[in-house]
C-alpha cells in the first residue's frame, strides 16, 4: 500500500516545519519524515547547544577576570558535567517543543524514520520499528541538512578524534585541545574550551582565519584569540594523526617554517560539511546535485525535477538559521501565495559567537573593490566606543563599506561586544537604503552601543 499526501517534507529543520505547518494550515494533507531529531541542526547540533555553553565558558572567564572590575573571588573550576546537562536539558526543551507543534497541528503526520526516493516523488521509508512505509507525493521538499566532515589526513581514521557534534558530550575539560580548521565553528570551540581551562591550538590551512573576511578583520580576530592564550597557526596543514598507548594524540603538519609535530589529548576536526543526500538515492527521482552533493535548485529553490524543491543547508550556499528560514519564506510567498519571491540579491547577515561577537552582513571591502565600486571604509577600534571602555570590553573594532558615488552603504562588520546586535543596525540602514549620513547624523542614547554609529560613519571629517 501506498501513502499518498499532498506534500512530504523530508527534514524536520528551521525551514521544513514552518513550511509542513503553512502547507497543512492551507489543507494540503502533509508528512514530515525525520530520521533522527525534530529541529535540525540548530537546535540539536548548532545554535543552542553550542551558544548555551558558550554562556558557561564566558561565566567562567567573566569570574577570572572579576579584579579587573575590582571584585575579589575564589578560585574558577568547571564542571563540565553540569555543564553538558545544561545543554542537553536545553536542546530537549526545544525540540520538545518542536515535537509537539508537528504533533498538534492538524493535516500533519510526523513520521519517525529514514526517506529515500524510488522513484519521482516516491518515496520509501525506513521506519525506527524496523518496518519500511511507501510514500508518495504531489510536492516534496528537501530538507536534509549537512554534517560535520573529515579531512584527508593520513591516519585520521585510526584517530578517535572529535566533531563539532561529539565534542559537547565531553564530560571533561580536555588538557590540550588541537583544532583542525580556522572558520566559525572551530573559532567558537577553541576559545570556549580555552575558556573552561583547555590549553588550545587552532591549525589553519590557508594564510588567515576566516578567509571571507577582509585580511585586517581576520588579523584582528587572530589577536584577539593570541590574547587569550590561544596558539594559532596559519598556513599549517595536518599531514598525518596518530595516537600513542597512552592516548596522546600527535599531529604533524607542515608549516612555513618546516615539519613539526603537536600534541594534544584531543583532537577536532572542524572543517567542512558535506550534505546528508548520501542517503536519499535522488537518481531515482531525477535530482540533480553539484560535485560536492548539494542540491541544484534555482533563485525560487525548483529543482531540476517540477515539483520538487530544496531549502536549508542541503541546496549549498550560506549555511545558517535565519537563510533556512528564510528560504520557507521564499517557497511560501510563491506555492501559497502566488507570489515571486527568490533568493537572489538578499542580505546575508551573520555572526561569530565568538566573544567579543563578530557580525557582519553585506560586502567587504575587497568584494566591494572587486565588483568595481567607489569604496570610502569606515573604520574605528572599539576603544573609542564609550559603552565598550566602560564596561571594559574594549576588543575588536568596526568597519563598514560605503559606495562614495551614492552614499549607500555596502557592508560592515562589527567585530565587538554584541557585534552581532549593532550589525543589525546598519542592516536595518541597508534594508531601508538610508545613506551613511542618517546613521552619522542620528541622534542615538547615550552611553549605547548603538551612537557609535556617529563616529564610525563620520568619514568627512
Not at 57 to 77: E, F
Not at 169 to 185: A, I, R
Not at 240 to 246: G, M, P, V
Request: hydrophobic share 40%; charged share 25%.
Amino acid at each position: 500500500m501506498i501513502q499518498h499526501y499532498d506534500a512530504v517534507v523530508i527534514g524536520s529543520g528551521q525551514g521544513g516545519n514552518p513550511l509542513a505547518g503553512a502547507l497543512a494550515g492551507t489543507g494540503r494533507k502533509t508528512a514530515v519524515i525525520e530520521r533522527e531529531h525534530v529541529g535540525g541542526t540548530c537546535v540539536n547540533e548548532g545554535c543552542t547547544p553550542t551558544k548555551t555553553m558558550a554562556a558557561s565558558a564566558r561565566a567562567a572567564y567573566m569570574n577570572r577576570r572579576s579584579t579587573d572590575y575590582g571584585v575579589q573571588t575564589g578560585p574558577v573550576s568547571v564542571d563540565m558535567e553540569k555543564v553538558r546537562q545544561r545543554k542537553r536539558d536545553i536542546v530537549e526543551t526545544f525540540r520538545g517543543g518542536g515535537e509537539k507543534g508537528l504533533e498538534d497541528t492538524e493535516n500533519l503526520d510526523l513520521i519517525q524514520g529514514e526517506a529515500h526516493f524510488t522513484g519521482p516523488k516516491e518515496l520509501e521509508v525506513r521506519l525506527d520499528d524496523g518496518e519500511t512505509l511507501q510514500i508518495s507525493a504531489e510536492n516534496v521538499f528537501i530538507n536534509v541538512g549537512a554534517r560535520p566532515g573529515g579531512v584527508p589526513v593520513d591516519g585520521l581514521d585510526a584517530v578517535p578524534y572529535l566533531d563539532s557534534t561529539t565534542i559537547m558530550e565531553l564530560d571533561e575539560v580536555p588538557e590540550k585541545l588541537l583544532v583542525l580548521g580556522g572558520g566559525y565553528v572551530g573559532l567558537e570551540f577553541a576559545q570556549m574550551f580555552r575558556r573552561f581551562g583547555s590549553e588550545v591550538a587552532i591549525i589553519q590551512r590557508g594564510p588567515q582565519l576566516l578567509a571571507r573576511e577582509d585580511t585586517d578583520v581576520a588579523e584582528a580576530v587572530a589577536e584577539i584569540l593570541r590574547e587569550d592564550g590561544i596558539e594559532v597557526l596559519l598556513e599549517t596543514e595536518a599531514q598525518s594523526a596518530r595516537q600513542d598507548e597512552s592516548d596522546v594524540i600527535y599531529l604533524t603538519v607542515g608549516a612555513p617554517d618546516g615539519e613539526r609535530t603537536l600534541s594534544g589529548s584531543h583532537l577536532l576536526v572542524a572543517a567542512g560539511r558535506p550534505p546528508n543526500t548520501d542517503l536519499l538515492n535522488l537518481e531515482a527521482a531525477g535530482v540533480e546535485t553539484d560535485e560536492r552533493g548539494f542540491v541544484k535548485v534555482n533563485d525560487r529553490l525548483e529543482t531540476n525535477v517540477p515539483g520538487v524543491w530544496a531549502l536549508g543547508d542541503v541546496k549549498g550556499g550560506p549555511a545558517f538559521t535565519h537563510i533556512s528560514y528564510d528560504d520557507y519564506r521564499v517557497i511560501e510567498a510563491n506555492l501559497l501565495h502566488d507570489g515571486d519571491a527568490t533568493i537572489s540579491d538578499r542580505l546575508v547577515p551573520y555572526t561569530v559567537f565568538m566573544d567579543p561577537q563578530l557580525g557582519r552582513v553585506g560586502l567587504s571591502e575587497s568584494e566591494a573593490r572587486e565588483q568595481g565600486f567607489d569604496v570610502r571604509v569606515a573604520k574605528m577600534p572599539m576603544e573609542y566606543v564609550a559603552r565598550a571602555l566602560e564596561v571594559d570590553e574594549s576588543r575588536g573594532m568596526m568597519k563598514a563599506v560605503v559606495d562614495g558615488g551614492t552614499g549607500q552603504i555596502l557592508g560592515c562588520v562589527i567585530l565587538g561586544m554584541e557585534g552581532g546586535e549593532v550589525m543589525a543596525m546598519i542592516q536595518i540602514a541597508m534594508m531601508g537604503k538610508l545613506p551613511y549620513t542618517a546613521l552619522r547624523d542620528g541622534v542615538f542614547a547615550h552611553p549605547t552601543l548603538a551612537e557609535s554609529l556617529n563616529s564610525l560613519f563620520a568619514l568627512d571629517e
